[in-house]
């Protein structure tokens, strides 16, 4: 929710007389063309300028600002390096430096800059407020939060200012600070949808829940009369609103949020029809240890290489694991982006004739949407990283399967849909699993019944913890293994459970681990708890692949179905109950009756070899069906129409891997 640092503005001055005259000329004109928004002619006149007088800093500034209007941050640097050189002291050229590095993502670069403007004497509100987003944005929370404090201090009702502090407090896990920060906001704009949604999704990350009726409740009020609705999508999925809604709020915020995006100019007409393989695309910021990519990266692998060619996009960091160095090798190209401002990124994936790009990041955190509104490629599709509709106009492919997004329910999404047959998760076979540490070494009691619940603390309501702490109260010696998000949560879940009347000893905190680690501790669970109105998504998969039986209830939405789709794909459908009651008596079942318990176990096992969840050969394979079909419609002119699933032809190899027999469409 942070705002982005806004253009600085500039004043004409006076020419000083002891420029040359030909100089001051240019320079006017510039200035002229600039007030005319003819900003192409404004350019060439500043830099006719500033090559007879490059000691003049007004001149590098104009030609500065120039640039930036025609979208050219790196010549906006050059320029602003320009007026630096000739007086080192100009703030306005250090703070046309931060605005540049800013649009392209630059943070670390642009620090001493904002750190420079904000320290000069007389700095004031907005120059903290520019440092504070800086540091928040190159990962120096702590940081943030003082210049950000700092800026309050000028201002105490600086609106920008804690919505940046809510984003600091959030990075710094110190979620009941976020929350305080978005009341104070609040109060400030009355009825502001993404602040009251902010308050609850916070306050769901710290379990904190003595508001959150209230609070549920007056966001829900504000939506039902809102002209437009202005909510984060990802925080909105977790508040169990109706997936009519969702389409609503989702396609208000993308109108608000990109629709004034301009779109790349439109492509030269090609010389002859497309042919030959469809050039895929896949724009992330996840490509490195993130869930996203330990799904994904051996069907990346996977795609027939005959009729796919595969480019990754990526805008996130480089963290040097094993994993980021598998992505770099598993498609056909790894460009990137990182660097580089929305339509440079945008442009670069036009100049390379992507067909179809596939966004594996919808509204989740650090998501570039508006370089997919550029329209970079001809077919645009959402998949995996969001699991709701984009309700954006220039997405036009939404990947999903039958159970997550049954046909009857296709008009939930703005998007047509393309179904995969089983399951619109993939999965990686190749997986590292470290070895597994005694229960001890996990704090669970040798012989107790584990019940374990690893979604992260902002999917946990109090229904569903109150069915937790049933099964603890009706299974002797059985605790709950919970994910140690935060000390708050631990904190609020303690005092939640003793009001339940669970002593604290039954639950049992889990410090995040590497992913190996993790998956190698997962097989002390004994079942997985499931939440609702958003359910475990790659978590369930992880508790399945160790062979942990997962209980879900199916919600009203995509967000809520997921481990329903998990649990068909591997063959035990009957694990997904219709309501809670359900869920707590088959949970009960399950855990005092060790023959049943080892059934289900038993058929899980085999799953891993058998079941079409874990097969990412197949899945693979029907990508590349899907991918044809797609590309099939674009180049014989075409508009997007829904997909429904149709199975590709498919042959199992003799070792029981799987094997593409043919290119289905």
Not at 211 to 220: M, S
Not at 615 to 623: F, I, K, P
Request: aromatic share 8%.
């Amino acid at each position: 929710m942070s705002v982005p640092i806004a253009p600085p503005r500039l004043t004409v001055p006076a020419g000083p007389a002891a420029l040359r005259p030909e100089a001051e000329r240019h320079w006017r004109t510039g200035v002229e063309h600039a007030r005319a928004g003819r900003w192409k002619e404004a350019e060439k006149s500043h830099a006719r300028a500033v090559k007879i007088a490059p000691g003049e800093p007004v001149y590098w500034v104009n030609l500065a600002q120039a640039r930036r209007k025609l979208g050219d941050p790196a010549g906006v640097i050059e320029a602003a390096d320009g007026a630096l050189a000739a007086d080192p002291q100009y703030v306005l050229a250090r703070q046309m430096r931060v605005a540049a590095r800013m649009e392209c993502h630059r943070y670390e670069e642009l620090l001493e800059d904002a750190e420079a403007v904000a320290r000069r004497p007389g700095a004031g509100y907005d120059s903290w407020l520019d440092y504070g987003i800086a540091l928040d944005r190159s990962g120096r929370h702590v940081a943030a939060v003082g210049a950000l404090m700092s800026a309050l201090s000028s201002k105490p009702d600086g609106f920008d200012a804690y919505i940046t502090l809510c984003n600091a407090f959030d990075r710094l896990r110190l979620h009941a600070e976020a929350v305080e920060s978005l009341r104070t906001a609040v109060a400030l704009k009355p009825g502001w949808e993404q602040g009251l949604g902010g308050i609850v999704h916070h306050a769901l990350h710290g379990c904190d829940w003595r508001r959150l009726d209230e609070d549920l409740a007056a966001l829900a009020e504000r939506v039902a009369v809102a002209e437009r609705i202005d909510v984060n999508p990802f925080m909105f999925l977790s508040f169990g609103a109706d997936a009519a809604v969702q389409r609503r709020a989702f396609g208000d915020h993308a109108s608000l949020r990109y629709g004034a995006v301009a779109p790349l100019p439109a492509p030269a007409a090609r010389k002859a029809p497309r042919t030959g393989r469809v050039r895929v695309g896949y724009l992330s910021n996840d490509f490195h240890t993130h869930a996203t990519a330990m799904l994904l990266v051996q069907v990346l692998e996977l795609h027939d290489r005959e009729q796919i060619e595969v480019r990754l996009y990526s805008y996130g960091e480089d963290d040097g694991s094993p994993l980021r160095r598998r992505l770099e090798r598993a498609g056909d190209a790894f460009v990137d982006i990182s660097g580089m401002s929305e339509r440079e990124a945008a442009q670069r994936i036009r100049d390379d004739d992507v067909e179809v790009l596939v966004d594996l990041k919808g509204y989740t955190l650090h998501a570039r949407v508006s370089i997919l509104a550029m329209r970079p490629a001809p077919v645009q599709v959402a998949w995996l990283g969001f699991p709701g509709t984009s309700g954006a106009p220039f997405i036009d492919y939404a990947i999903v399967d039958p159970v997550v997004v049954p046909p009857p329910c296709a008009d939930e999404f703005s998007e047509a849909l393309a179904w995969l047959p089983d399951c619109y998760q993939p999965n990686d076979r190749m997986r590292e699993v470290g070895t597994p540490p005694g229960r001890a070494a996990c704090g669970l009691p040798e012989d107790a019944f584990v019940f374990c619940a690893f979604n992260h603390t902002y999917k946990i309501r109090p229904d569903t913890f109150d069915a937790w702490c049933r099964l603890l109260s009706e299974v002797p010696g059985s605790v709950l293994w919970l994910l140690a998000s935060n000390a708050q949560a631990e904190e609020n879940l303690l005092r939640e459970a003793a009001a339940r009347g669970i002593d604290g000893s039954r639950l049992v905190f889990a410090q995040i681990a590497p992913p190996p680690e993790h998956l190698a501790r997962l097989t002390h669970a004994d079942l997985f708890l499931d939440t609702l109105p958003i359910n475990a998504h790659t978590t369930a998969s992880d508790a399945l692949w160790s062979g942990v039986p997962v209980i879900t209830c199916p919600g009203s939405a995509f967000v809520g179905r997921v481990a329903t789709s998990l649990l068909h794909a591997v063959g035990l459908p009957e694990l997904s109950v219709p309501d809670l009651e359900a869920y707590v008596s088959l949970a009960r079942a399950l855990a005092t009756d060790p023959a049943r318990m080892a059934e289900v176990r038993a058929r899980l096992h085999r799953a891993r070899d058998e079941a079409p969840l874990f097969d990412s050969a197949r899945t693979a394979h029907e990508l590349d069906a899907l991918y044809l079909r797609m590309a099939e419609r674009s180049r014989a002119g075409l508009a997007p129409e829904a997909l429904p699933p149709r199975r590709a032809p498919w042959t199992p190899t003799a070792e029981g891997a799987q094997a593409p027999e043919e290119a289905g469409r």
